[in-house]
């Protein structure tokens, strides 16, 4: 091992507890890391597709509410969540008062 890599390693980990001390958590990935900004690209390649392109926008007022309204009537309520067992929020919900079993 290279000395280099070695002092790497050690201020990353000294970096993390510093930050845990703090009650802080990490990243997940490296600079410029594709995984750090997976969910946010995601997001955003959803919204384009199933938003934005799809409707002519005469005003910035008009595109805020019409996100808002997205995310708020259409994308949270329904996009399926892996700690719900693959169901969405209104799925999870309408099965619990029901008396299912759910995640």
């Known amino acids: ?9 050690l201020n990353i ?3 993390d507890r510093r ?4 009650g ?3 990243s997940m990935g490296s600079v410029a890391d594709a ?3 997976a969910l946010a690209e995601s997001f955003v ?10 409707h002519w926008w005469p005003s910035q007022e008009g595109v805020r509410t019409g996100i808002l309204e997205f995310i708020e009537c259409s994308y949270n ?7 719900l067992d693959q169901t969405s929020p209104v799925e999870y919900e309408e099965a619990r008062m029901k008396g299912a079993a759910v995640a």
Do not use: W
């Open 24 to 26: 802080l958590l990490p």
């Open 77 to 83: 309520p329904r996009r399926r969540h892996s700690s």
């Open 45 to 54: 390649s959803t919204l384009k597709r199933e938003l934005l392109l799809r």
């Open 13 to 15: 980990a000294i970096h």
């Open 1 to 9: 091992m290279s000395t280099e890599l070695v002092l790497d390693a």
């Open 19 to 22: 930050l845990k001390e703090a």
């Open 35 to 37: 995984y750090d900004n």
